[in-house]
Every structure is written in C-alpha cells, then in structure tokens.
C-alpha cells in the first residue's frame, strides 16, 4: 500500500516537463511571453542578482552597472528615441498604457473625446473604458478592414473635443502591423495626443522614434525584447502632458515632499526592478547582435511555413493569412478552441494560446466573439518544431472529424 | 472502441483551480491510478462522451448538462473538470462521486441515477423558484 503522503508528490506530466526545463517542448506562446529566454539574458540576470545593485542616489556602492541607465542607453538606441531620460520603465505595457492614459486624462479640465480601434488589447480598452464609466471622456472604436485601421476611419471618427488616441502598432491576434506614421503626422498637426502600444513590434520589427512623430510609445520587455516578465516601459515626447499619477521615492531631491518633475523619476518611484532592467538591456543587446532584418525574416519564413502546412486541409481556419508578425491565428471547424489547445499541451508537447488573448473587439468581428488559438514564434523557434506542430494540428483536425 | 474493467481509482490532488470566462470552476486533478477506457465507457452512460484515439493519446472529453465536463487522456494520472456555474454548490464533489460510483460496478452506475435524479430536481426547484437569477 502505498502512503497517501508520498502519492502527494506525484506530479502530472505538465510538472514533470517544467523539471525538465522544457526538454522536449514545443513552445509557439511568444506572443504572450518569449521563451526561451537567450543565453546571454540568463547571464545578465544572474550577474545583476550576484553584485550588489548600484543606481546613481540610491547606493553608495561602486564598479558594478548601474541597469536603470544603461538600459534607458540602450533602449534609446534601439528605439533611435532623441532623449534617453524620456524613457521610462514599469512593469509592462499595461502598467504602461495605465500610466498614461490615467495620467493624460488628469491632466485635462474637462471631459473630452478619444478615439481607439477594435484591435485593441484590453490593456487599452480597459482604462479607457472605465474612464467612460466615470464620465472622464467619451470613446469611438474605430473598426479595421482586412486587418488594418485606415487613417480615413480616424479621420472620420475626429471631433472638435477630440483630444487622444490610442492604437495598437500591431495587432496581437492578427498579427497585423498598422501603418502608424500617417496617423502619426495628421494627428500631430491636429494637435491630438497619441499613444501608440508596440507590445508586440518591439523587438520583430525597426522602430523609429525620429522619423514617427507619437507622443507616446510603449513597450514591453518580457515578449520579442526577451527580457524577463516584470519589465516594460514607455517613451514620452512631452512629459507635462501627462499628469503625475504615482509619487514615491526618487533617490533625488529626497529633502522635498514633492515629487521631482525631472526626468526619468517623473514617472519613476520605488526601487526598480533590476534584474528586469538587466534582462532587457541584454536582450535588446541580444537582437542588436542578431540584427533585426535577420529576426524579421526569420519570422516571416517560419509564420509563411506554418501557414502553407496549415491550409493542406480544408477543416482549419485561418484568420489573416498573411500576417506582418509572426503570429497565426486559427481555429479547426468544429472544435472547441480550449479543447484543441489541451490536446496540443498534454499530448504533444506544443504551447500554444488559446482563447480571446486579452482583445475582446477583434473576436467579435473574426470569430463571433468564440476565440480561437494563437501560434506565435520567436528568434528561437526552427522550422522542424513549426513543421511537428503544424502535422500535430492536423492530426487532431482530422481525427475529430473522422 | 472502448472496453475495460472496474477500478479504484482516487483523487491525490487538486492542482490548478481557476474561474473561466463562463463562469464555470475548473480543476485540475492528480488521481493515484491512470484513467482508464472502462472509466470513459462508465461516464458515457450518463453523459456526451467524445473520444478520439487516433491522437498521440487517446483523448476524450465528457459533457453532463448542468453538471459537470471532464477532458483527459486514457493512461494519464490527471484529468480536468470544470463544474458548472449555475450550480456549483450542489455539484461541487460530483467527479468524487463518479469515481466512487465507478468502482461499484453496475450497482454503482444504478445508486449513481439515483443521486442525479435528486439533483436534478432540486436544480428543478431552484430554477421554478429563483427563475433567472440563476442563470
């Protein structure tokens, strides 16, 4: 007989594969959180968690890098962005898009209009629909057609009391990348606020903060920048346009009750996630060695992969059959997505994601609002595993309507 | 086609435990014994019962109406159950109770309508009596 203590113990197959560290899986999940994570990006952290931490007024200990400064350097490098101090790091893109949707609201005497798009993620939709809730402003979603929102749509949906607009760079169900120069450029010389969320094009795609006149640009560390999740941020062209929404310590100008106007500690208050901040200025390192041409095709040829082997069988659906990232979305007829993606994890190894992936408007314009599964792929993804997932897939389409 | 034999079988664990979007209670969990084929063909006496064994594994999914979806794979030691919203309290120890019941044998299948048939009149009565509010 065996003791019930010790049964305890057992683990599913799911634990027993985690103990592995992944031996085995097949992880197409990094539209949500990359992994793996590059080499060098575990040797950062770990040497950040090794030394003592040293940030310019919070320590008096030397020699050691200070991660809050070199990866605003390196970020701003990346982002070609002109002023590195500009940046400013949080937790990840909603706490982001909070910060600046809140602090912006804040900072206007009255209620005003904003303009959104259904291919948003709830990290907009959310602030700015519990702002409407409280009468703070009024909202117009615009739609997309054939994945893309027009700059006409925008246009159309301006009013006089228009004063924001808020818009995904690239569409994390569709995999879409929006053409944000254009909206960028009217809607400066209309003198409307924009906040552009680059969630998922920071680090598969160039972005120029040079050449795109956006107000604000967010950013994540823990998806294609292949930091550790717990890291994000933001770049703010003109920080007094976006009220002060958390106050704290600063490590500068500690005499002072109020907080400093300064940037980066504006927007920054308590002590910064460093081995965060080491993960992302080591992956944005990483891709800078990569080269992100060689990244984007590779995603391209992978997502192009994927899709052809999907589309040998009629009993799949695909909902943008030539995405701008590298992510596909589909569903097989006649299954229950939540289904599908069970079977995949437990009896074949493969990660995926499944369900309404935090967009709720664009499932109710693609699939009636019933989700539908998401393959997303990375530097680190091979054409063996697309190939293995894309046969698995099949598999279980076919065995279901067998 | 599905065959197999009695077993006790029981729940070590319960690993993962969350809400979904319907509102149903799922749970994951580890049993001291790997499903079996007799067990699936138990469940589709009194439910929709799906099995595809043509997969890597065999899978299959069972749906009770009101009551409770199990999906799983015949040899794994895991299993998920979601019960369902409306009437969690009274379903909330059902999978327990298909697990006991299936150990009986036929005599366990009979005692186990019996139980449905209790529930399901009180999830009757409830319904007659709150209408929507249950819903």
Redesign the interface.
Known sequence: M?K?SS??H??????TRQQNEGQGLIYLNNAATSWPKPPEVIAEVTKSLHNPYFEQGRTTAMGAIDYPAAARETLAGFFHAEKPDHIIFTQNATDSLNLLIHGFTRNTTAPFHTITTELEHNSVLRPLHALEMDGALTLTTVPFINNQVRLAAIKEAIRADTRLVVMTHGSNVLGSMQDIKPVAEYLRANDIFFIVDGSQTAGHMPIDLTGIPVDAFVFTGHKALFGIPGIGGFYLTDPTAVAITKQGGTGSDSSSLCHPLEMPTRFESGTHNYPGLASLYAGVRFIEGVGLAAIERKGRELTTSFIQALKKTDLITIYNESPDLPIVSFSINGMDNY?VG??LA???NIIMRT??HCAPLVHRRIDEGKGCIRASFSWFTTMEECRVATD?IR??AE??H? | MLSGRWQRVRI??S?QTKVC?DGSLMK?Y?L?EPLTEGFIQFLGQSGKVRY?D????P?F?FEKEQFISV?G?VG???V?VRYKKEFQDLIGDYFHLLLYYYQLGPSGRERLNGIDECLKEKMKIRLDTHGSECT
């Open positions: 065996v019930r049964l305890y057992k683990g599913t197959a799911m634990e289904e069970f079977i437990r009896a074949y369900g309404f698995a598999e279980v065995s279901a067998h | 070590i664990k690993i979007v994951e580890v001291d595809l043509s997969l890597k594994k899978y999914s999906k794979f794994d030691e895991s998920e």
